[in-house]
């Protein structure tokens, strides 16, 4: 098992949470069961710390799962760009309810998190030396091709610059929504183009 930290310049006020699965949860229907996500990366953005825990293929299942409920027993709450993905995943593998908060300003099509992220660095709302590194390019789906290669250090790298880009959607959540309100009705994006787009 790995656990790396980082030190950022900026500071989260919130704990935010980004986990990495290293299975296909889609079902037979096209549907996503979160609840049988085998998690193998949790990465947690509070202060100005990123913590990052890597799930190691010879690392025993039980004590991985020991090790993260350790390290979440004192986050009573925590925010994410997708409340779905992380509290079904920790319910589903770990048997762990939390509050979660919702980052992602709304949803519908194009509204996922790097073309918010994209949004944002158009209005210069990021300072450029702030832009998270990818190895993965905001890929996620490449996860699992890295984990079963053994290269911890790119799904590392990966969730950390998840986290960072949630951190900035979440600092300017409220400037989003106020420059797409006419385009939301309910938390939906009802626009005639995709976000994004």
């Known amino acids: 098992m790995k656990r790396q930290q980082f030190e950022t310049e900026f500071i989260s006020p919130v704990t935010i949470c980004d986990i990495e699965i290293g299975n296909n949860i889609i079902d037979s229907k096209g549907f996503w069961n ?3 996500s085998d998690i193998i990366t949790l990465g947690l953005f509070s202060g100005n710390k990123i913590t ?10 039980e004590f991985w799962k020991e090790y ?5 027993k004192n986050v009573p709450a925590m925010f994410c760009f997708n409340t779905k993905m992380e509290k079904g995943s920790l319910i589903g593998y770990l048997n762990l309810s939390r509050f979660f908060e919702e980052i992602q300003p709304f949803c519908g099509k194009g509204c996922n998190k ?5 949004d ?16 993965l390019k ?3 789906s490449k996860v699992q091709g890295k984990y079963e290669d ?28 106020k420059k797409y309100g006419p ?3 309910n938390g939906w994006w009802v626009g005639l183009m995709p976000f994004g787009k």
């Open 52 to 61: 990052i825990l890597q799930r190691e293929k010879e690392d025993k299942e």
């Open 150 to 177: 053994g290269k911890y250090e790119d799904i590392i790298l990966h969730n950390k610059s998840c986290l960072i880009k949630e951190y900035w959607i979440f600092i300017n959540k409220f400037k989003i929504l």
């Open 34 to 36: 979160y609840l049988n």
């Open 114 to 118: 790097d073309n918010f992220f994209n």
């Open 183 to 185: 385009n939301i009705e």
């Open 138 to 140: 905001g890929d996620g």
């Open 68 to 72: 993260l409920l350790k390290e979440l």
């Open 120 to 135: 944002i660095l158009k209005d210069n709302l990021v300072p450029e030396i702030f832009i998270p590194k990818d190895p």
